[in-house]
């Protein structure tokens, strides 16, 4: 009796150490699983975040695509992914106080899925393209004609004119260049300080003090040469102004074309740098009613699934030169060889990396 009394509570401390062996493995279990139930909650706070962005960007897309554009379906052969595109953008200058419909941004785009990459051709506002069939009048001009054309004498309107217009300029616009224009984009210029606003503002370097202003339209330019981070009023004026009336010096036609490229270029960079998604729906959204188009919607996001990743070195940007003589700008026909040529080679079936690599092969006599 004696012996076994003196025993030890075996049943306690078995106990004990049972619990205390317990507990080292409970923690790490409740931690992993604290962890995992975590990670869950992101990633549906994420993917519902994700759908929340693509269907704001899915209903601004509707807004700015051609009205009934997806009645008939794209075929697979004419998708942006498969095939090389160009498209005509016009930046129409319209303010209510004038009432203008020049287009004083006129630009060509061609793309190529296979490269992936792009050129941008700007043409001088003041140009005369010297077609045959077409009057002697500025390049900006013809839009605004064609629209009254098709509201005087075709008795159209509203959005029937519009797309009148766009035809006959994108047509005017591929004789100019001997290529086949895909679509056509209007943007008013209010659209695009909108975007600009909608990323945040861009960085460019501002090349001269810009010092101009007008009380009849609500023009007021003030910009300082440097490095500047511009919101959507101020590139705007950046990219727009020509003249000055108080006392800095004037710019040119040229001049203004350059910097559309450069603006352009900051564009894209921005897009990248902001992880792209979190800002689509706001850019396009802030294109809304600004922005006249032909594009079908299912094309628009072939184009973006397309070149969504595009980087400002793969964008090849040629601004159109020549020689001023009042009113007109006639252009230098060796740059405007090499636009054509260059537009050309990204049309082409493997684009222009196939092409600058042939002719590459053919200098060195391969």
Do not use: C
């Not at 004419?78 to 419909?101: C, H």
């Amino acid at each position: 009796m004696n012996s076994s009394t003196s025993l030890p509570p075996r049943s306690r401390r078995s106990g004990a150490q049972t619990a205390a062996s317990k507990k080292p493995g409970r923690r790490p279990r409740r931690a992993l699983k604290f962890f995992f139930s975590f990670l869950a909650i992101i990633i549906l706070v994420l993917a519902g975040y994700a759908v929340y962005l693509w269907k704001q960007a899915d209903n601004a897309l509707s807004n700015v695509a051609l009205p009934g554009g997806n009645a008939q379906p794209i075929p697979s052969s004419e998708r942006a992914q498969v095939k090389p595109l160009a498209m005509l953008l016009l930046g129409m200058d319209y303010r209510k106080q004038t009432g203008s419909m020049n287009t004083d941004v006129v630009m060509v785009i061609a793309m190529n899925p296979k490269s992936n990459t792009a050129t941008v051709v700007s043409v001088p506002r003041d140009t005369d393209p010297e077609l045959p069939g077409y009057k002697e009048q500025k390049i900006n001009q013809f839009y605004a004609g064609f629209h009254r054309t098709a509201t005087t004498k075709e008795n159209l309107k509203d959005e029937a004119a519009d797309a009148y217009a766009r035809d006959k300029t994108r047509e005017m616009i591929g004789k100019l260049f001997d290529i086949p224009i895909n679509y056509t984009a209007v943007l008013n210029f209010q659209g695009f300080a909108d975007v600009v606003d909608a990323l945040g503002g861009i960085d460019v370097y501002v090349d001269q003090d810009m010092r101009y202003v007008d009380t009849a339209d609500g023009t007021d330019i003030n910009l300082k040469k440097g490095d500047q981070h511009l919101d959507g009023k101020n590139a705007l004026d950046f990219v727009r102004y020509r003249k000055s009336n108080r006392g800095t010096a004037a710019s040119s036609d040229f001049d203004r074309n350059d910097r559309q490229s450069r603006v352009l270029g900051a564009i894209v960079d921005k897009m990248k740098s902001v992880g792209g998604i979190t800002k689509l729906a706001g850019v396009i959204g802030a294109v809304g009613d600004n922005l006249r188009t032909d594009i079908p919607k299912t094309q628009i996001e072939n184009m973006l699934k397309t070149y969504y990743d595009i980087n400002r070195s793969d964008i090849r940007f040629i601004p159109l030169e020549g020689k001023w003589k009042s009113p007109y700008v006639y252009l230098d026909q060796e740059k405007l060889e090499e636009a054509k040529k260059a537009l050309a080679e990204e049309l082409s079936a493997n684009g222009r990396s196939a092409a600058e690599s042939a002719a590459s092969a053919d200098s060195s006599g391969e």
